[in-house]
């Protein structure tokens, strides 16, 4: 099964940028569709951003769209978030996800993806 690590989260103004990465390891990554999951503290694990395989094909939840850009990179393995114009609201653990199948719709739940990483905490300060 394929393992993921996330990096790149930190301590940043509203209005700042980060970008955050996920190396994949352990499986063939170009197989698998990516997400990017958040967690603040007291809420539920939510949908952020996905791709496809192939990388052509994205999908952003409302909250974040025209701020945060996901793109990947199969001959390294890894997929980014580009998160700008932050807000306080989007403090939260960063998960990274897998899938080997996703179904065509506009938004992702938990359930869709069966490979996690740790996560790794941003924090937006006002």
């Known amino acids: 099964q394929v393992q993921l690590k996330e990096s790149g989260g930190g301590l940043v103004q509203a209005g700042g940028s980060l970008r955050l990465s996920c190396v994949a390891s352990?499986?063939?990554?170009?197989?698998?569709?990516m997400g990017w999951f958040r967690q603040a503290p007291g809420k539920e694990r939510e949908f952020v951003v996905a791709i496809r395989q192939s990388g052509t094909t994205t999908y952003y939840a409302d909250s974040v769209k025209g701020r945060f850009t996901v793109s990947r990179d199969n001959a390294k393995n890894t997929v980014y978030l580009q998160m700008n114009s932050l807000k306080p609201e989007d403090t939260a653990v960063y998960y990274c996800a897998a899938a080997n199948t996703l179904p065509y719709r506009n938004a992702y739940y938990v359930d869709d993806f069966g490979f996690w990483g740790q996560g790794t905490q941003v924090t937006v300060s006002s």
């Open positions: 352990g499986r063939t990554f170009s197989n698998y569709h």
